[in-house]
């Protein structure tokens, strides 16, 4: 199990800093709507730094590397982590990525370069949490 949060750590981190690297060179606001709480009932009406938000960023992703972790423990997943992980990332990604549609800060729900870099990256995550934690499910 602290496995699984060392590796969500690690993708978190990664996830974070790609998305950051392709919104300040390509101006494609993917970093933004990582961070953004903006449909959060009480974090919306509190002013938070990029710190904070990012370090919310890193417990969600601690938290789904979990959530995976149980989902695998429960499945037989040992020869298809690595697809499991890559597919629920984008899954996880692409109904996050409806939450733009509740904030002006991020991309707007038709940016066509917007998803892919945010399905693109969400895939990374899934492949890089599924090396970190380990090829095989865990017993």
Known sequence: MQRAIWAGIGAGLFIGIFFRIVEFEWKIRVYTLLLNVDYVPVLRDLTLTEATEFSIHMIISAVVALVFYKLIRRKDYAKRIVQTFVLWSVIVGAVLYLTTML?????????????????????????????????????
């Open 103 to 139: 904030s002006s800060k991020t991309p707007a729900i038709y940016d066509v370069s917007a998803i892919t870099v945010w399905l693109v990256g969400h895939a990374m995550y899934g492949f890089l949490l599924a090396l970190l934690m380990g090829r095989r499910a865990p017993r």
